[in-house]
């Protein structure tokens, strides 16, 4: 069972519209990441939201982290063929004395000219 | 600031050959992370290391994936034998501690023939 649930799996969307892609979990998480990976690369983080309820803005991305803190959404405005990308959640989970960085499976997201 | 480094880019290899992944994280960076990522899949955690010390490998198939950090820098790490299910891109990624930002190299892509 994964712990990071999103959706949806894949979108293929037109330049210029607007999207929105959900990070799930049935356990409540202190903070959560975004990243987003490009074809060739490794992942780069967006952003981190730490308090329920908490929007944050970067550009045209608004990340907003839910009430009760157990899940995140990301809403993109007017998507440009740059955005296109695999678009992960992820979050620092105990493992014994450490803190393990698990990834959900991702939203594959295609922006066509 | 150079980023997290690894090679090879590419690597074809026939199944029950072995295969070496090397990894140079960021400097001054405590925390480094071996991840597999299928096609199309979100990064799955392999290995942590603090320092030169491993604090998390429950998901290393130890059978025939192993991984060392001699000296808290460089790491390796290795699959013998190779079996086509390990068709992968293998991702390094470095943090100053396992609660900050992750930095990710470009990966290794292994095809197992």
């Known amino acids: 069972t994964q712990l990071l649930e999103q959706s949806p799996q894949f979108l293929s969307i037109q330049e210029g519209e607007n999207l929105t892609v959900y990070c799930n979990s049935s356990s409540v998480f202190s903070s959560l990441q975004w990243y987003r990976q490009e074809p060739g690369e490794g992942p780069v983080l967006l952003v981190t939201v730490v308090t329920g309820g908490e929007v944050k803005k970067l550009k045209r991305l608004t990340f907003q982290f839910g009430d009760a803190r157990k899940d995140s959404s990301l809403h993109i405005t007017a998507a440009q063929p740059g955005d296109t990308g695999l678009y992960l959640c992820a979050l620092h989970i105990s493992s014994g004395s450490a803190r393990q960085l698990t990834f959900g499976s991702g939203t594959q997201l295609t922006v066509l000219p | 600031e150079a980023g997290v480094a690894q090679s090879p880019r590419y690597k074809i290899i026939e199944k029950r050959q072995s295969v070496a992944f090397w990894c140079n994280p960021i400097?001054?960076?405590?925390?480094l992370y071996w991840y597999q990522q299928i096609l199309g899949q979100g990064p799955k955690l392999l290995i942590q290391?603090?320092?030169?010390?491993?604090?998390?490998d429950s998901q290393l198939p130890k059978d025939r994936f192993s991984a060392e950090r001699l000296k808290g820098v460089d790491s390796t790490l290795k699959i013998q034998p190779a079996k086509l299910e390990d068709s992968a891109v293998y991702l390094c990624?470095?943090?100053?501690?396992?609660?900050?930002?992750?930095?990710f190299g470009q990966g290794t892509r292994l095809t197992v023939v």
């Open positions: 400097s001054g960076h405590a925390t």
């Open positions: 290391f603090q320092n030169n010390g491993v604090v998390d």
């Open positions: 990624a470095s943090s100053f501690t396992g609660l900050t930002e992750a930095f």
